[in-house]
């Protein structure tokens, strides 16, 4: 029997009709409440930046831990929560093993969502990969402006929830400006008008010449009465740096801001102070607040100044000291050791991730992503500006209230330890040179 | 331009030279010998320093007396690794040789990692603080004393390469394999004692790296052993006097771009150096044509 022509249409349109609605009705299920939140965890659990990748890797999963301890991730509109799953991806501290860590995680994993990622190169090495399949990704250390800055690509799916280069190459050089130059002219009789001397040792990437870019901007656009005597760089991973401080020795600086991770700038000090007689101040950027640098440095360290936001060692009073020492304390039972700076920021967020998801009610990539432009939680572990967590509509950076820390040598326990001496109303003493500092003669 | 910050420039220059000299002798004595091409050389300086920072842990003696335990540690450990892993593909073609020693370098930094763990480390020297004055320098003890070790185990090596029956064999097999057969060598005996003594010289190295205050974790040696291959070539293959030139000149030339330059010029140097002299003179510095 055969059918006439407009019933074979007629057939063919029903048999669409009845494909596509099946098509919707198998389609519900993804969207209806998934059984678990599967986080991506990017962190350099090998290789050169492994000491701190660990920090990353282990803060992550105190902070699982706990959200699960609690039942896991309420989803708006839902009454029953979900518990987290955290999945490690080890960058292997190189731009190939981030790609690879990134793509395994995405494709391989399908996570909903990621977290982590320390040095700024290798991060940026696989931003565009982010960037091409649409996950929502909460940086947490690379703190190079770029990674969420750069048009080459589309970075709305990125969030940053560290200070940039900008933001702690600012602060640093403000206090230089603020505290520093006032004291030695003070303790050296110096004229008032004589420009301090300030020598830049960098690591030669999106970090180090982050933080050289904005030392430079700071002094040209604030018009700051400091001089940059020497600029010398090194590659990641140095860790022989005689030579540079050997030049920036012969420029004679009253200071020096060392751009580094904590496993070349403990070296980096202790070569300048043992073998070069480089005796003066060394400013240290946030990452090397971390309990390897200390141990390190052992008492070359003494003097030294670190900018900071979180450290295994010293809390500034107020309401997040009890915080701090909470998840410290969980860091520790935990995993016998103390956390670092880079492993509060992941720790906060994973939170930021399951709050971000919970507000979405569901791991739709774009509707996490909405969630965390709207993000308004209160601060956790790290003082936030307003006491809140929330990303800025341009880059999405949240923003941090940072402070200054000079550590000071303790014989008992052979390293030194950090009193936060700036800003005013969080510092416990006051900035001193101690007594080997040698100033410039110029 | 002041004298004594380039004379300051060049004796760090003179000591990263020194670390690289004991790292390229030993490659090349086990190239001269074997003829294998063993990427993973760097391993064993790094399992050097992790020895001696082992030892200097437990027992805290002098971790420059450490340095002749931790070349015996590596000697039988390089015996192990060419018997187990080298001798079975010896001629069987330079690609099974350059795979298994980049296999070599993963087990070696991950057996590592799994016994020491993955931080950095450092050692401090007993002779840390203390400065000899040379000139217009202030000299740290320590690069003084990392100079000196150098030059005793190199004077060694040319004792026993020169003057004892072993060191002979070993240099005849190295210019003649089928000669030194046929004249009853045991040539065998030769590539264990050649791979086992370019270990221990790497210890030594890993050792001189740890005093001076270098840090150091299981991933440190694949970029000395890359340097020391770009040593030998540009010494020339299989020649001893081309690894401690070459080796200097490295050292020198890194130092002096990095100041110069900056940083970043501080590897590339080493490798625009071997280009160039590639171009003048294709058997490098010290090479025999042929080898």
């Known amino acids: 029997m055969k059918l006439p022509e407009k019933y074979t249409v007629l057939l063919i349109a029903i048999v669409i009709i009845v494909a596509l609605c099946a098509g919707c009705t198998q389609q519900t299920p993804a969207s209806a409440q998934p059984t678990e939140v599967k986080v991506g965890v990017i962190a350099s659990l090998t290789g050169p930046a492994s000491n701190v990748g660990t920090n990353i890797w282990q803060s992550a999963q105190v902070a699982a831990n706990e959200i699960n301890a609690n039942g896991g991730v309420l989803l708006r509109g839902s009454t029953t929560k979900v518990p987290i799953r955290l999945i490690v991806g080890d960058d292997e501290s190189t731009q190939q093993g981030g790609q690879k860590a990134a793509t395994k995680l995405i494709t391989d994993d399908k996570v909903d969502i990621l977290v982590g990622g320390y040095s700024s190169a290798v991060t940026s090495a696989y931003e565009q990969t982010i960037a091409e399949y649409k996950i929502p990704y909460i940086v947490t250390g690379a703190s190079s402006p770029i990674i969420t800055h750069r048009t080459d690509i589309d970075t709305s799916y990125i969030f940053h929830q560290c200070p940039t280069t900008d933001t702690y190459g600012q602060y640093t050089?403000?206090?230089?400006?603020?505290?520093?130059?006032?004291?030695?002219?003070?303790?050296?009789?110096?004229?008032?008008?004589?420009?301090?001397?300030?020598?830049?040792?960098?690591?030669?990437?999106?970090?180090?010449?982050?933080?050289?870019?904005?030392?430079?901007?700071?002094?040209?656009?604030?018009?700051?009465?400091?001089?940059?005597?020497?600029?010398?760089?090194?590659?990641?991973?140095?860790?022989?740096?005689?030579?540079?401080?050997?030049?920036?020795?012969?420029?004679?600086?009253?200071?020096?801001?060392?751009?580094?991770?904590?496993?070349?700038?403990?070296?980096?000090?202790?070569?300048?102070?043992?073998?070069?007689?480089?005796?003066?101040i060394f400013l240290n950027v946030e990452n090397n607040d971390n309990a390897q640098f200390y141990k390190d440095l052992g008492q070359y360290g003494e003097g030294a100044i670190i900018e900071s936001r979180f450290s295994p060692y010293t809390a500034p009073v107020g309401t997040l000291a009890d915080a701090q020492t909470k998840f410290k304390t969980s860091y520790s039972t935990k995993w016998g050791t103390v956390p670092d700076m880079m492993g509060?920021?992941?720790?906060?967020?994973?939170?930021?991730?399951?709050?971000?998801?919970?507000?979405?009610?569901?791991?739709?990539?774009?509707?996490?992503?909405?969630?965390?432009?709207?993000?308004n939680m209160p601060q956790l572990i790290e003082a936030m500006k307003g006491g809140t967590i929330s990303f800025t509509k341009d880059f999405r950076e949240s923003q941090f209230d940072l402070w200054m820390e000079q550590l000071a040598f303790n014989q008992t326990i052979g390293e030194c330890r950090p009193n936060i001496v700036w800003p005013d109303n969080l510092k416990v003493t006051d900035f001193v040179f101690p007594s080997w500092y040698k100033p410039s003669s110029t | 331009?002041?004298?004594?910050?380039?004379?300051?420039?060049?004796?760090?220059?003179?000591?990263?030279?020194?670390?690289?000299?004991?790292?390229?002798?030993?490659?090349?004595?086990?190239?001269?010998?074997?003829?294998?091409?063993?990427?993973?050389?760097?391993?064993?300086?790094?399992?050097?320093?992790?020895?001696?920072?082992?030892?200097?842990?437990?027992?805290?003696?002098?971790?420059?007396?450490?340095?002749?335990?931790?070349?015996?540690?590596?000697?039988?450990?390089?015996?192990?690794?060419?018997?187990?892993?080298?001798?079975?593909?010896?001629?069987?073609?330079?690609?099974?040789?350059?795979?298994?020693?980049?296999g070599l370098i993963y087990i070696i930094q991950n057996g590592a990692a799994v016994i020491w763990g993955d931080k950095w480390q450092s050692v401090k020297s007993p002779y840390e603080g203390i400065t000899v004055p040379v000139g217009p320098l202030a000299i740290p003890l320590?690069?003084?004393?990392?100079?000196?070790?150098?030059?005793?185990?190199?004077?060694?090596?040319?004792?026993?390469?020169?003057?004892?029956?072993?060191?002979?064999?070993?240099?005849?097999?190295?210019?003649?394999?089928?000669?030194?057969?046929?004249?009853?060598?045991?040539?065998?005996?030769?590539?264990?004692?050649?791979?086992?003594?370019?270990?221990a010289l790497a210890a030594a190295a890993g050792t001189l790296w740890v005093v001076s205050g270098q840090v150091f974790n299981p991933y440190m040696g694949s970029i000395p052993a890359i340097k020391a291959f770009a040593i030998i070539i540009l010494g020339g293959l299989?020649?001893?006097?081309?690894?401690?030139?070459?080796?200097?000149?490295?050292?020198?030339?890194?130092?002096?771009?990095?100041?110069?330059?900056g940083g970043i010029w501080k590897d590339a140097i080493s490798f625009i150096i071997l280009i160039i002299v590639l171009i003048i003179r294709p058997t490098g510095l010290f090479g025999e044509s042929g080898e």
């Open chain 1, 173 to 280: 050089t403000t206090f230089i400006d603020q505290v520093i130059r006032p004291a030695a002219n003070k303790k050296f009789n110096f004229s008032s008008t004589r420009p301090f001397r300030l020598a830049l040792l960098y690591q030669d990437t999106a970090f180090g010449k982050g933080v050289q870019a904005a030392v430079n901007n700071t002094i040209t656009k604030n018009n700051l009465n400091i001089v940059l005597v020497s600029q010398q760089s090194f590659k990641m991973g140095e860790s022989d740096f005689r030579t540079p401080l050997t030049a920036i020795k012969a420029a004679q600086p009253d200071a020096v801001y060392l751009a580094a991770f904590p496993n070349e700038g403990a070296p980096a000090i202790t070569q300048a102070r043992r073998d070069i007689g480089l005796d003066t």
């Open chain 1, 344 to 375: 509060a920021s992941t720790y906060e967020g994973i939170y930021i991730a399951a709050q971000a998801i919970g507000n979405a009610g569901t791991t739709d990539k774009a509707a996490v992503k909405q969630a965390l432009v709207d993000l």
């Open chain 2, 1 to 102: 331009m002041d004298v004594g910050i380039l004379l300051q420039v060049l004796f760090w220059g003179i000591y990263a030279g020194c670390i690289y000299i004991l790292l390229a002798t030993g490659l090349n004595l086990i190239f001269g010998v074997m003829k294998i091409v063993n990427f993973a050389h760097g391993e064993f300086l790094m399992i050097g320093a992790y020895v001696t920072a082992t030892v200097f842990f437990f027992t805290g003696i002098n971790p420059y007396l450490i340095i002749l335990f931790s070349m015996l540690a590596l000697i039988a450990i390089g015996a192990v690794v060419e018997r187990l892993c080298f001798r079975p593909i010896l001629g069987t073609g330079k690609l099974n040789e350059i795979f298994l020693s980049i």
């Open chain 2, 142 to 199: 320590d690069y003084i004393i990392i100079m000196v070790v150098t030059a005793g185990i190199l004077c060694g090596l040319y004792v026993f390469l020169k003057k004892t029956k072993i060191g002979r064999e070993m240099r005849a097999t190295s210019q003649n394999r089928k000669g030194a057969m046929l004249v009853g060598i045991n040539v065998e005996r030769m590539d264990i004692l050649s791979f086992g003594i370019g270990c």
């Open chain 2, 238 to 261: 299989g020649s001893l006097p081309g690894a401690i030139v070459g080796g200097l000149l490295y050292g020198i030339a890194e130092n002096g771009a990095a100041y110069f330059f």
